[in-house]
């Protein structure tokens, strides 16, 4: 059986199904803001943010990575420890800068003051560098002439 409908029908039909919604059964989101969570920043020594750079968290059980993603482009990285206890931060560039922090969180999860631990690089002002790179020009250049001293006047003595 086929129902004939003319073209004012079918534009009626048209409009019902265009314009009334049928409910959809699909899931939605919902967000909210929350604190207490951790900021981590990380610097060079020269003050600048380490823009972007990879970070890793751990719990304080160990086992598999907690949170990882990149710093924001001022060296900021937010996260939400989720128990207490002291969880390890590592931030690295990629580029041979590498940051640990031990974060230590209490029972009500808030946070004293975080720690660098070795391994990574550290926070030296740009002069002591220059002077260590100096100083091993000196020290080299002294080794050199001391052996060719040597290789001069001891091929020359007389006995």
């Not at 699909?26 to 060079?44: D, L, N, Q």
């Not at 968290?57 to 710093?71: K, L």
Request: charged content about 15%; overall charge positive.
């Amino acid at each position: 059986m086929l129902i004939r409908m003319s073209a004012i029908g079918r534009l009626l039909l048209a409009g019902l199904l265009f314009f009334c919604p049928l409910k959809a059964d699909a899931h939605g989101v919902s967000g909210e803001v929350s604190t207490g969570g951790m900021a981590v920043i990380a610097r060079y020594s020269d003050g600048k943010p380490m823009s972007y750079a990879r970070v890793k968290i751990t719990a304080p059980e160990g086992g598999p990575s907690f949170q990882s993603g990149r710093t924001d482009r001022n060296g900021r990285f937010c996260f939400y420890p989720d128990g207490p206890g002291t969880w390890t931060v590592v931030v690295d560039d990629e580029m041979g800068h590498r940051l640990t922090l031990q974060v230590p969180v209490g029972e009500n999860r808030g946070s004293t003051a975080a720690t660098s631990v070795g391994g990574g690089n550290s926070v030296a002002p740009r002069w002591m560098g220059a002077v260590a790179g100096i100083g091993i020009i000196f020290g080299l250049t002294g080794i050199v002439m001391a052996i060719k001293s040597r290789r001069k006047w001891g091929g020359s003595s007389s006995g």
